[in-house]
């Protein structure tokens, strides 16, 4: 036997050897079609990320519509600090990583802080493991995000335009963060 087919032999061994060790397997409740019974894998657990430079900002100009119009913002998360910021709970579908909060305009607002319970809230309906792709955003760079806003397409015909005050926030666990109250008026 020859030294080089020996050595393809030999190669060809190794990587069988680490290909099958490297393979792993999905846990799920339940049994597999072979009748072998899996655990479910946990939940990740993602760290908290500070927020304290980054902003959630309107880039929408329009804000007002028609009752039963589609109606979708767009909005710049900004990472207006010096350090690079890790979002590794970055959902794989844009928008679901905000939700939505609104309210009818008061005809004197109190100038509070933003409490969500005072708020009806629109949030994405995720599946149970959603997929993640970490977002990077370098000093001064930013990424758009689009929002529907259900409610104006659910909406009757209002007999007077109507205001509503709009606020959107991250929809992630390890961020805590929400935009200006805006506000749009119904037609």
Known sequence: MSAARRFAGLVAVVLMTSMLVS???????GY?????????????????????????????????FMAG?????TFRL???????????????????????????LKADPPHTPFQASEWTCVQ???PPSPEHFELTLNPR????????????RKMAPPAQPQMYQVIVASNLASLQLHGETIVITVK
């Open 141 to 152: 760079n930013s990424v758009l995000v689009t929002k529907r806003l259900p409610f104006i």
């Open 69 to 73: 119009e589609s109606v979708t913002l």
């Open 23 to 29: 393979c792993t397997e999905t846990k799920v409740d």
């Open 78 to 104: 900004v990472n207006r600090g010096e350090k690079t910021v890790n979002l590794p709970e970055w959902l794989a579908s844009p928008e679901d990583n905000l939700k939505l909060y609104y309210r009818p």
């Open 32 to 64: 597999s079609p072979e009748g072998w019974k899996f655990r479910k894998q946990k939940q990740r657990q993602f760290k908290p990320v500070d927020a304290s430079h980054l902003e959630l900002m309107l880039v929408s100009k329009r804000l007002g």
């Open 124 to 126: 994405p309906e995720l």
